[in-house]
């Protein structure tokens, strides 16, 4: 028979479970508790699926330009400073690439590495104004499954990060993020300037190609400790950020097979080029309107 659980013994549970935390970061903020996290996260769900279109759906598209540059480049500052901490903190100073413990010290490098594992997680409560800023200016189709549950995730992985094991063996994959990010912030602060910098963005395309090589990369420097024997004092982080790397591998090839080899986020010149072909595959025998266009054109 299951003897079933008392409030009293969830909470000695929960104790004993925190007890195990990293007492250096119990009071960074937000870092004692998970719940306000919680909270933020799932007001950021409700707002960006059900509360903003609600709002929004008989209001004027805000336009944003000002606060969409100096918001994209300034994430573009915060990634690339989060780079040289990593690096100065560990990844530069003798970090293995091949097992990295946690060094829970209070030594300069160790409370450095842990500090930027906060910077880290905060900045992903940050960035989910991207998904505020789209309901916002009405760009409901870019609300995705995909963006939206990306934006959710992060912060509760990151959070038990920050918690249990800020740096070692699982920041690797942050640092690498922290350089897509300069890339894709980039692009998204010369989007928001306006279309006299359109001809500058001839490398759309290749984003999505980036964050796949990224999960790749991060899945395989994880993979590898589970085979080396890596005495990684909290592995079960490391099991859910393989975990991350491997569905998201999963979620944005999907995402790059429908945009790109099907089509629909190429530029618009090439989807309608993309269209005529098909049209006229399938009206192979002359008699499509695109056809007779063209041969009018002859």
Same mark, same amino acid.
């Given at each position: 028979?299951?003897?079933?659980?008392?409030?009293?013994?969830?909470?000695?549970?929960?104790?004993?479970?925190?007890?195990?935390?990293?007492?250096?970061?119990?009071?960074?903020?937000?870092?004692?508790?998970?719940?306000?996290?919680?909270?933020?996260?799932?007001?950021?769900?409700? =707002?960006?699926?059900?509360?903003?279109?609600?709002?929004?759906?008989?209001?004027?598209?805000?336009?944003?330009?000002?606060?969409?540059?100096?918001?994209? =480049?300034?994430?573009?500052?915060?990634?690339?400073?989060?780079?040289?901490?990593?690096?100065?903190?560990?990844?530069?100073?003798?970090?293995?690439?091949?097992?990295?413990?946690?060094?829970?010290?209070?030594?300069?490098?160790?409370?450095?590495?842990?500090?930027?594992?906060?910077?880290?997680?905060?900045?992903?409560?940050?960035?989910?104004?991207?998904?505020?800023?789209?309901?916002?200016?009405?760009?409901?189709?870019?609300?995705?499954?995909?963006?939206?549950?990306?934006?959710?995730?992060?912060?509760?992985?990151?959070?038990?990060?920050?918690?249990?094991?800020?740096?070692?063996?699982?920041? =690797?994959?942050?640092?690498?993020?922290?350089?897509?990010? @300069?890339?894709?912030?980039?692009?998204?602060?010369?989007?928001?300037?306006?279309?006299?910098?359109?001809?500058?963005?001839?490398?759309?395309?290749?984003?999505?190609?980036?964050?796949?090589?990224?999960? @790749?990369?991060?899945?395989?420097?994880?993979?590898?400790?589970? =085979?080396?024997?890596?005495?990684?004092?909290?592995?079960?982080?490391?099991?859910?950020?393989?975990?991350?790397? @491997?569905?998201?591998?999963?979620?944005?090839?999907?995402?790059?097979?429908?945009?790109?080899?099907?089509?629909?986020?190429?530029?618009?010149?090439?989807?309608?080029?993309?269209?005529?072909?098909?049209?006229?595959?399938?009206?192979?025998?002359?008699?499509?309107?695109?056809?007779?266009?063209?041969?009018?054109?002859?």
């Amino acid at each position: 028979m299951v003897k079933k659980m008392s409030k009293n013994d969830s909470t000695t549970l929960y104790d004993g479970w925190y007890k195990n935390a990293d007492p250096r970061t119990q009071d960074w903020f937000l870092m004692s508790s998970v719940w306000p996290q919680t909270c933020i996260v799932l007001s950021y769900i409700y =707002f960006v699926t059900k509360l903003g279109p609600r709002l929004m759906e008989n209001h004027k598209a805000f336009e944003l330009k000002n606060a969409m540059v100096i918001y994209n =480049f300034s994430a573009v500052g915060l990634s690339a400073y989060m780079i040289y901490e990593f690096l100065m903190s560990g990844w530069a100073k003798g970090y293995s690439f091949r097992c990295e413990i946690v060094d829970y010290s209070n030594s300069p490098m160790a409370l450095r590495m842990a500090a930027t594992c906060w910077l880290y997680w905060f900045s992903k409560m940050i960035e989910m104004l991207d998904t505020v800023f789209f309901v916002l200016r009405k760009k409901t189709k870019q609300v995705s499954f995909l963006h939206v549950f990306h934006h959710s995730v992060m912060p509760f992985t990151w959070w038990f990060g920050v918690k249990f094991s800020p740096g070692g063996h699982g920041s =690797f994959h942050a640092l690498l993020n922290c350089g897509v990010h @300069v890339i894709m912030y980039t692009y998204y602060g010369m989007t928001a300037l306006g279309p006299a910098y359109q001809k500058y963005l001839w490398w759309k395309k290749y984003l999505t190609t980036i964050q796949l090589v990224q999960f @790749v990369i991060a899945g395989i420097h994880i993979g590898q400790i589970f =085979f080396n024997g890596c005495p990684y004092q909290y592995p079960i982080i490391l099991y859910l950020i393989g975990l991350y790397a @491997v569905l998201f591998t999963v979620l944005f090839l999907n995402f790059w097979f429908h945009a790109y080899v099907r089509g629909k986020r190429l530029p618009m010149h090439l989807q309608n080029g993309k269209a005529l072909q098909n049209d006229n595959c399938i009206h192979s025998n002359g008699r499509s309107h695109s056809q007779r266009i063209l041969n009018k054109d002859d």
